[in-house]
């Protein structure tokens, strides 16, 4: 059975500080990584893909990848109240053709 | 350019009826999936389509539970006889297709409120 976890939270940040997500999979021949944004009672949104080790820096977010830990995170550099989501991390297996593997989500709260 | 677009956005239903949901994928697109969200939960794979391939039906909760794609674009998911648990937000996306790393990132609709009365 494939899996992704992400921690539930929720996980509360100061407005300005750095907030730190992250994801583990269980299939070491995952290829591709994604994060999404969902607002509450909204749809997801693709905020960040990666798909080889290393950072991926995109204005205040940065994606990181390390395979051989098998874990993503995401960085949220000076985190404002409208960061206040759920986050879903999202895995495409080695053999999974088009479908992804989700995690159930990180509820991020940004404090004022 | 334009979204992806689902209607309705809500369908509220008596137990045991029947219900149509619709999807209009970005254009292009060749892959289709939908998923349901119960409330406070995550993301339950429903179907997926693949360009002109037999659809991965895995995630159907029951028989009561089909869906089609026309021409390549547009799918209708039909929940047959309503029951009180299949109230949640249907969701719709698609993807790029092919074997490019971009063909694989998933863009949502705004989703189909359903209410089983």
């Known amino acids: 059975q494939k899996e992704v976890e992400q921690n539930s939270g929720p996980l509360s940040v100061p407005e300005g500080a750095i907030a730190s997500l992250n994801c583990t999979y269980s299939d070491r021949g995952s290829q591709s990584f994604f994060w999404y944004r969902q607002y509450s009672g909204k749809s997801p949104e693709l905020i960040m893909s990666i798909y080889s080790n290393g950072d991926k820096e995109d204005g205040r977010f940065t994606a990181q990848l390390n395979k051989a830990s098998q874990y993503v995170s995401l960085l949220i550099r000076d985190s404002q109240p409208s960061d206040s989501a759920t986050y879903l991390c999202?895995?495409?297996?080695?053999?999974?053709?088009?479908?992804?593997?989700w995690g159930a989500g990180t509820k991020l709260i940004i404090k004022p | 350019g334009a979204g992806v677009s689902q209607s309705p956005s809500n369908k509220v239903t008596e137990k045991g009826k029947d219900v149509e949901l619709r999807c209009d994928p970005i254009?292009?697109?060749?892959?289709l999936y939908w998923y349901r969200q119960s409330l406070g939960q995550g993301l339950e794979f429903l179907i997926y389509?693949?360009?002109?391939?037999?659809?991965?039906k895995s995630g159907l909760p029951s028989d009561r539970f089909s869906a089609e794609r026309t021409g390549g674009s547009v799918s209708t998911l039909t929940i047959q006889r309503t029951q009180q648990e299949d109230s949640a937000v249907y969701l719709c996306a698609s993807s790029l297709g092919g074997s490019g790393t971009g063909g694989f990132e998933q863009y949502f609709g705004p989703g189909t409120r359903l209410t089983v009365t």
């Open positions: 999202a895995v495409r297996g080695l053999d999974s053709n088009y479908q992804l593997i």
């Open positions: 254009s292009g697109h060749t892959a």
């Open positions: 389509f693949q360009g002109n391939s037999a659809p991965d």
